[in-house]
């Protein structure tokens, strides 16, 4: 008969292989907690432009003020912690699009995801899309589209 400890030590081995093995099968090591719908409308913003695009940078450029990619903070709820010590997409990107919504703009989160990691980016528009804009904002990054005049009448022909 073996001694215990042999029987035990076999045993944990046998675990730490099979978990180890789990983990390393997987291309996503870290599984986020990210709440499915959280806001910052309690934090205001200096932008107040009529213009989609002006705005957008603006936010950007505020956001430039405070940012720092930190990932040991993906599960902080409080904007204020994450001004002091940083935050990731899901939160700068929830933080820009409460910012446009409360400026009178549609706006939000999209979640993109490949096999290693996720990311998240806010999508903006005017609500009158027949001679307005939209914007991506990625963090520290801004692209936005004027959309030319559209003949709605036209238009609607095209359409039936």
């Given at each position: 008969m073996k001694p215990i400890y042999e029987v035990l030590i076999t045993g944990i081995l046998l675990t730490i292989m099979v978990v180890s093995s789990y983990y390393l099968g997987t291309t996503n090591f870290i599984k986020f907690n990210i709440p499915l719908s959280y806001s910052y409308k309690e934090n205001q913003t200096d932008c107040n432009s009529s213009i989609l695009s002006k705005n957008a940078e603006c936010l950007?450029?505020?956001l430039n003020t405070f940012f720092e990619y930190n990932l040991s903070n993906i599960n902080e709820n409080n904007f204020t912690i994450i001004k002091q010590s940083g935050g990731v997409c899901w939160q700068y990107s929830n933080w820009i699009k409460d910012n446009l919504l409360n400026l009178g703009f549609n706006s939000k989160t999209?979640?993109?995801y490949g096999n290693d990691i996720g990311h998240q980016i806010?999508?903006?528009w005017t609500k009158n899309l027949s001679n307005g804009e939209y914007c991506i904002n990625d963090m520290l990054?801004?692209?936005c589209t004027?959309?030319?005049e559209i003949n709605i009448t036209e238009y609607e022909e095209?359409?039936?």
């Open positions: 950007r450029n505020e999209i979640e993109i806010t999508i903006s990054n801004v692209e004027k959309l030319g095209l359409t039936q």
